[in-house]
């Protein structure tokens, strides 16, 4: 995974609230299982005039020619909520996205930011209506800094804004792992850890095969639980 450490890029302000999952990526733009070929179905309902022939309308802010760079999305309140679909996440990241900016995100959607690599910032509505309109005003040249190991989030020269992030999402992001991979960067402890509880408890670690190839069953030190039920019922 890609990790996201500083940006200095184009920002567009698509300043709505609750923007669901099925609005970032409609259902019937969900063809396939990967990651890729997602991005044509980004805001599919509000890029086209007409979805199926993919007539952009240029009344929507991603058409806009200041905002064709953009990787940086200003949102309002509630972004990401709706269903789970993790593709949501998938089609923002191909598109260019790797900054959603909101005061609040769907729980789910948040943790699927951070497992594909995209920094979601929550940011105080006022902070963000800041930046929305500074970047307004020039896009291009107003561009945003977003720097992760400072946690800070604005203007070079201009103000900026300090936001928050937990320990582990920040590590994640910040290396490009992914749950399996930060699982991995512990298994010198994992084996320390079996060692120990090798030594300490060996029978844990013998038996089992062992009797298999000796023709071990189960019912013959268990017991048959019908053969047993049988045999109390007699009198």
Known sequence: MEPVRELLAVAVPLIRINVDTDAIIPSREMKRVSKKGLSAGLFAGWRYREVSCREPDPGFILNHPDYAEARILLSGANFGCGSSREHAVWALHEYGFRVIVAPSFGTIFYKNCIRNGLLPIELEEKAIRYLAETVRKDP???????????????????????????????????EGLDAIDLTLKQQADIEKFQARDRRARPWAYLGLFVKLFAGWSPSEELGDPEKTTNQDKQP
Do not use: C, E, Y
């Open 140 to 174: 291009k040249r107003n561009r945003l800094w977003v720097s992760l190991p400072a946690q800070k989030i604005g203007l070079p020269g201009d103000r900026m804004f300090a936001f928050s992030i937990a320990p582990q999402d920040k590590l994640m992001l910040l």
